[in-house]
């Protein structure tokens, strides 16, 4: 069952897990397992997409429990009054801050394929870093770092795509990742999913004008890897699930 961590007469927000499609697509046909079906089926009604998640990205979703008010936030989103807030591990020591401004392709598929360039901006602040002594490749230790991540556009997979092109590919990303450092990963911590995780979501509610703060929390795999890496100084420390190894295991 999925966590809710928000509800009122117009939405509902829940803690979507790492591996959980947001909806069917034509793309993953032998997915049977959809957030928008389990929320339907908890609540009893029909609920609504106002955005989305990757599949290997967990944390806050948001569905609107009628079309007005999908339509009233979803147009929030596109007009980026709603500030999403994103944690992530990445491979390498990253600057403190930074901004990633660069333009992602996508194609669309009619009778003619055509390629589509959509400007897109990310900006990130660093959190902490860490350097272990696991070898990988021809280097004789491992440094990763924890980044706060705010997305000021919601293009197709942007932090991951971002944060591939300036050489910090996220932790357990088979697709724009490194998987000698995904494979590390699994060995030392049996952490198996992408170090990606939407934590917070703030916005305007459309219908009532208050300032909306939704909050979600990591999973163990995710808290394990941030507590065995003493990061456990968070801006929000509640968000990790359960405790952990303060040191780091032997391989």
Same mark, same amino acid.
């Given at each position: 069952?999925?966590? $809710?961590?928000? @509800? =009122?007469?117009?939405?509902? %927000? ?5 591996? *959980? @499609?947001? &909806?069917?697509? #034509? ?7 959809? %957030?928008?079906? @389990? ?11 106002? &955005?989305?998640? =990757? ?17 009233? *936030? ?18 390498? &020591? ?35 870093? $860490? ?6 490749? #021809? ?9 706060? $991540? ?12 971002? *944060? ?16 000698? &450092? ?11 999913? @992408? ?23 990591? =999973? =163990? ?14 801006? %929000? ?15």
């Amino acid at each position: 069952m999925l966590e $809710i961590l928000y @509800m =009122d007469n117009h939405f509902v %927000a829940v803690n979507k897990p790492a591996g *959980l @499609m947001v &909806h069917r697509a #034509r793309s993953a046909p032998q997915e049977t397992n959809f %957030a928008l079906q @389990m929320v339907r089926d908890v609540l009893g009604c029909r609920v609504y997409p106002v &955005h989305r998640l =990757d599949k290997h990205t967990s944390g806050v979703l948001v569905f609107g429990l009628h079309p007005e008010s999908a339509g009233r *936030l979803g147009r929030a989103f596109s007009g980026r009054s709603v500030t999403k807030t994103y944690l992530a591990v990445v491979r390498g &020591h990253t600057p403190e801050a930074g901004a990633i401004d660069k333009p992602l392709v996508k194609y669309r598929e009619q009778k003619i394929r055509t390629r589509i360039e959509q400007s897109a901006l990310t900006r990130y602040s660093r959190l902490g870093t $860490i350097e272990i002594p696991y070898p990988v490749s #021809r280097y004789a230790t491992a440094r990763y770092s924890l980044l706060k $991540i705010r997305p000021e556009t919601g293009r197709y997979q942007q932090i991951r795509r971002h *944060l591939q092109h300036v050489s910090h590919p996220v932790i357990g990303d088979r697709t724009h990742g490194d998987n000698r &450092h995904n494979c590390l990963f699994e060995t030392v911590f049996d952490c198996r999913r @992408m170090l990606l995780a939407a934590v917070r979501i703030n916005f305007r509610h459309p219908f009532s004008g208050e300032n909306i703060a939704i909050q979600g929390r990591l =999973d =163990d795999a995710f808290s394990t890897v941030i507590q065995a890496f003493g990061w456990q100084c968070l801006p %929000a420390p509640e968000i990790l699930t359960t405790a952990a190894p303060a040191s780091l295991p032997a391989l």
